[in-house]
């Protein structure tokens, strides 16, 4: 809260100096970079006020609401405002304010003698486009949720936490200051969890709040590590200032920039939610609220790029060997999580598998951009997982609509979604094409079809655009079976005032993937010149995609039933390799180690009750002898110590 009160000083400063400055004479002119001053923060502090009042005065659902959509509109607006100011700039805008600082040495190297903390705010083309994808999605799943989340439990505190959500992940993308990067960050990460446990009371909810909490705590943690690591070499928190003495620090070692990589992925990568780090989305996907899920998987993979493309200097200046790993690592999580949803059969936990292998290849092709000096397409990773995240939100909104009519979680008993609620289920089929071509411009810039990571990352799209559409067609054709099958009519699509939002975001998604096959774009990210790639290659990997949705369709057509009972085996042998898996975990791990706490937890009691009844009689023994004369005291010891004495000599004890 300082810090708001601090930048909202800054603000006020700013905008006060702003109307009281001259104005040119004669007509309308109006230049928007000079409103960055006040633009910027104003991005930081509605959603921010938005909170404030939502925990302060709002109690009813529609008012709160109303004022969570009233912060991120401003922050929207405002966020339109800077890309406007900054459209014809190639340099970012930046502004520091000094947070808190303390002297904690006075000697040795200087990076140490003084703590500080900065809040600093850095807006460039990338900031901007990640911060309209985030206030855009949230918006929208904030409007269908206003009509298709009225018997939620809680509506004041959900949207609360929006607002709280929205702050956290403003201030994560505009901060190049660690220290304020990893708070904005824990904020947004623990009103993740509130969100995906909102439904309190309810015990599937609760179990799994419990991964939610502590799968992404642990990677936050390795991303806290990685920071400690690297202030406690160089005394930087800052990258502007941090990433040119990397190599040139006095001590510097390469081993130490690869441990601060690597827990620094790690870190990034549970909240890219990268497989097999993805378990908190999918085993919430079902038992969160359908807006919680979807502003999560949505915002989530663009925060977490994000930081990722800012950190990856860092990466690069480690060695060879550990981008190359790092690069590995995000194919083997392209191909492993789409793979995964082949077995899955229930439609909002199959769709965040096909949504990791998205960010998983994006992930790959943003390390690979930075593995050689001469590459540029790093950015092309980071557009192809903004294409994305639209198409992830519109799937858990379309399918958690489609799972609620049809009263069933399993696909095999799902059917005639298409006929009997289109809307929803072409949202899903938009969702699939956008999942399966927002990769391709990526791929086509970057990956050479015929190397070794161009043939992996060609399985993963293969595996995504397959995996997507057999969503649609597992819901949307074959027959309805059992549940509401014995009376059909109930099955109906959303409320109408509900339909259009979730076709917004499919639309949205679909520009981006089509902005992401031109150069131009690329280049208004990160002001570089990209040159295009040659046609040979854009058709290439879009054929990869058709042949994936080709398989899809021609598979469910020939027989749903089939297909479907193919994935049931595979499910079952996989469910039998995690059940011995979790069997021996249990009998060789979970039981020694709950039996070791069991018994501690008895002893520690008993070894307590012992120690106190030692103390008190050796302060009984202690009281006595205060109490005794020292004279005959003295008398009794020394002939206790001759006796002691005549015993141990020798001749006495053989």
């Given amino acids: 809260m300082g810090a708001a009160h601090l930048v909202a000083g800054h603000l006020v400063a700013a905008a006060s100096g702003a109307a009281s400055s001259p104005r040119p004479s004669g007509g309308f ?32 659902r529609r008012a709160s609401a109303n004022t969570a959509m009233l912060g991120t509109l401003l922050a929207l607006a405002a ?16 502004v520091s304010y000094v947070y808190f600082t303390s002297n904690v040495a006075f000697s040795g190297p200087t990076n140490f003698q003084n703590f500080e903390i900065d809040i600093t705010l850095h807006v460039d083309h990338v900031t901007v486009v990640a911060l309209a994808v985030v ?33 956290g992940c403003v201030g994560t993308l505009v901060s190049t200051d660690l220290a304020e990067l990893f708070t904005f960050w824990s904020v947004a990460g623990g009103a993740t969890y509130l969100l995906l ?35 406690s070499r160089y005394g930087r928190q800052n990258l502007t200032d941090l990433v040119p003495i990397l190599h040139t620090t006095a001590g ?40 919680a899920s979807a502003i999560v998987q949505a915002v989530w993979p663009v925060l977490a790029i994000t930081v990722l493309y ?44 096909v949504g990791s292998g998205v960010s998983a290849v994006g992930a790959a092709i943003t390390i690979h951009g930075f593995q050689y000096p001469r590459l540029t397409f790093a950015v092309a990773g980071l557009a192809c997982i903004y294409a994305a995240a639209p198409a992830r939100a519109a799937g858990v909104l379309a399918a958690s609509a489609i799972t609620s009519s049809m009263r069933s979680e399993d696909m095999r008993e799902m059917g005639e979604a298409w006929r009997r609620m289109r809307a929803s289920a072409a949202v899903l089929l938009g969702v699939s094409l956008a999942l399966g071509l927002s990769t391709v411009g990526a791929l086509s810039v970057a990956v050479d079809s015929r190397s070794r990571f161009g043939v992996a990352l060609g399985e993963a799209l293969f595996l995504i655009a397959l995996g997507s559409l057999r969503v649609f067609m597992g819901v949307g054709t074959g027959p309805l079976r059992r549940r509401r099958a014995f009376d059909p009519d109930r099955v109906r699509d959303a409320p109408a005032p509900s339909l259009g939002w979730p076709y917004w975001l499919v639309l949205l998604a679909l520009v981006l993937a089509a902005a992401s096959l031109v ?57 039998r390799v995690t059940g011995v898996t979790s069997s021996l975990l249990d009998r060789f791990i979970f039981e020694p180690s709950a039996g070791i706490v069991e018994h501690t937890e008895r002893w ?10 030692m103390s008190l009689l050796s302060g009984r023994l202690a009281a006595a002898a205060a109490r005794t004369p020292a004279t005959p005291a003295l008398i009794v010891m020394a002939a206790l110590l001759a006796l002691l004495i005549g015993l141990l000599s020798p001749g006495v004890l053989r």
């Fill in 29 to 60: 002119h109006f230049d928007p970079a000079t409103t960055l001053g006040w633009a910027v923060p104003l991005i930081l502090i509605a959603p921010l006020s938005a909170f404030v009042v939502a925990v302060s005065s709002v109690r009813t």
């Fill in 79 to 94: 966020t339109l405002l800077v890309g406007w100011g900054l459209a014809k700039r190639t340099a970012p805008f930046n």
């Fill in 135 to 167: 206030e855009v999605c949230v918006l929208l799943v904030l409007m269908w949720h206003r009509v298709m989340g009225r018997n939620e439990p809680g509506p004041a505190r959900f949207q609360a936490l929006v607002s709280l959500f929205l702050f």
């Fill in 197 to 231: 446990a909102h439904r309190w009371g309810v015990d599937a909810a609760a179990r799994g709040g419990r991964i939610a909490l502590a799968l992404p705590f642990l990677t936050d943690l390795f991303l806290l590590c990685g920071i400690a690591v690297l202030y």
């Fill in 252 to 291: 510097w070692t390469v081993r130490q920039l690869i441990v601060a990589s690597v827990l620094l992925f790690v870190g990034v990568a549970g909240r890219l939610a990268l497989w097999p780090v993805h378990s908190w989305v999918t085993g919430t996907a079902t038992t969160a609220p359908p807006a």
């Fill in 310 to 353: 800012r950190l990856l200097p860092i990466f690069a200046a480690s060695n060879a060997q550990t981008m190359r790993d790092l690069v590995i690592a995000c194919g083997v999580a392209a191909v492993a999580a789409p793979l995964t949803s082949l077995v899955g059969m229930e439609p909002r936990r199959v769709l965040p598998l």
């Fill in 519 to 575: 150069s131009a774009w690329l280049g208004f990210l990160d002001g570089r010149t990209h040159s295009a790639s040659n046609i040979a290659a854009y058709i290439t990997w879009l054929g990869v995609a058709v042949v994936g949705f080709a398989v899809a369709a021609a598979a469910f057509v020939r027989s749903k039933d089939g297909a479907l009972t193919a994935s049931g085996w595979l499910a079952a042998a996989t469910g």
């Fill in 604 to 613: 520690l009691p008993a070894g307590d009750s012992a120690l106190g009844r």
